[in-house]
């Protein structure tokens, strides 16, 4: 199998091959782009290996590439040059060993054969030649191009050992079987099973990256089937693991809230592709098992699951190392709200309990309402039928007040300067209450979020309390 002619088509190739042939290095196209020719995916990353110092060569091929950007890392022996939107990274050529508590390698200088021995998956061992002699042939020892063919995830080597040596992979193995859609070879499964607690000395940061890979997949529900299963995510994700089963009394049970839950995250996973959204309806029924309760006349309850869930999303974010930033405050946002427009289905819900959800939400009400939509995964047509409808009224009833009271992310006229100014009074309690009392009169309808209408119910307010505005001292 020859790529000659995909090759020509992209300049970079042809450079690499005439820096290859001037430094004497033999040189390959490897892993993941190789892979995603094969599959006709488009892929921006490109892994160039030569026998011989992948940084001498990256340099050459900057120079003969018209001075590209290159960035090197002698301590890793590898180099970055940049050219047009691809990433061409380059290394030396090497076999790797493991000591037991590390899944850091002893690293040598190798063959291109000791190199593809140490690939992850056999759809990762690919290689086309850049050398002269037979320039654009594929080297594929491990019958990589036939897994891929039978949608197959399976380790070059032993897996036992493949896995041991570097936990990591197994999240990996996972990752692209959720991203590609591939099934893992039974043997290689099992030994994900046997080696599930090595996972405990890889970093939670390489753990969150391929995780974060799984949960942006196409169906990420497929992805932690294959976690679960595996007994990864009980250490990976333990409060996740603790959604799954469903319990009974008396009679009554209660849905399996691990399985709606992938439900929920393949739903949103349809019509978005942000991963905090997606985390969202990850986490929107976390608080469910602490919640849970049985009452004889009811069944099964979870009530303040939404409110718990909020306040369970740092601590999570922050074991798992995720941003303490906008992204956790957003995620926070919708496990808190996830029920409320649900409670605006009835056609006598006020405007102020509207009004409250728009202040609330904010810019993120498409958001909160795209999640609850997608938290309706009732086997019953009708009934799923029924829901969106509901919601379509929640969605009018919204865009209604907003546009009538433009209260989406409003700011109250009245400031705490205002306050102080009118009372003459320093930073205290009372102008906090009567920042309060201001805003729920305008969230209420009570007062018009205008100078006119709200600084005379601050006055009042304000005299209420005790306190004397200026102007009536004056007068």
Known sequence: MNFKDTLDKNPIFGIVAKSAKAVGFDTYLVGGFVRDLLLERPSKDIDIVCVGSGIVLAEDVAKRGGNLPCNTFKSFGTAMVKFDEYEVEFVGARKESYRRESRKPIVEDGTLEDDQNRRDFTINALAISLNEDNYGDLVDPFGGVDDLKKKNIITPLEPNITFSDDPLRMMRAIRFASQLTFDIDPDTFDAITENKERIEIVSKERIMDELNKIILSPLPSYGFKLLFTSGLLKLIFPE?????????????????????TLKVLDNVAEKSDDLW??????????????????????????HGHEDKGARMVPGIFKRM??????????????????????????????????????????DDIDALMLLCRADITSKDGNKVKRYLSNFDYVETRLEAVEESDKVRNFQPVITGELIMNTFEIKPSKEVGQIKAIVREAILDGKIKNTMEEALPFMIQSGIELGLTPIKDNKE
């Open 240 to 260: 996740m693991q603790n959604l799954y089963g469903v319990e009974r009394r008396d009679g009554k049970g209660h849905k399996d809230n691990f399985y709606h």
């Open 277 to 302: 959204l997606r985390w969202a309806a990850i986490l929107h029924d976390i608080a469910k098992p602490p919640t849970k309760r049985f009452n004889s006349k009811v069944g099964w309850t979870f």
């Open 321 to 362: 190392k995720l941003p303490l930033n906008d992204k956790m405050k957003f995620v926070q946002k919708l496990v808190k709200l996830h029920l409320r427009p649900i409670a605006l289905v009835k056609k006598e819900v006020t405007d102020s309990a509207v009004r409250r959800l728009l202040f609330e939400a904010g």
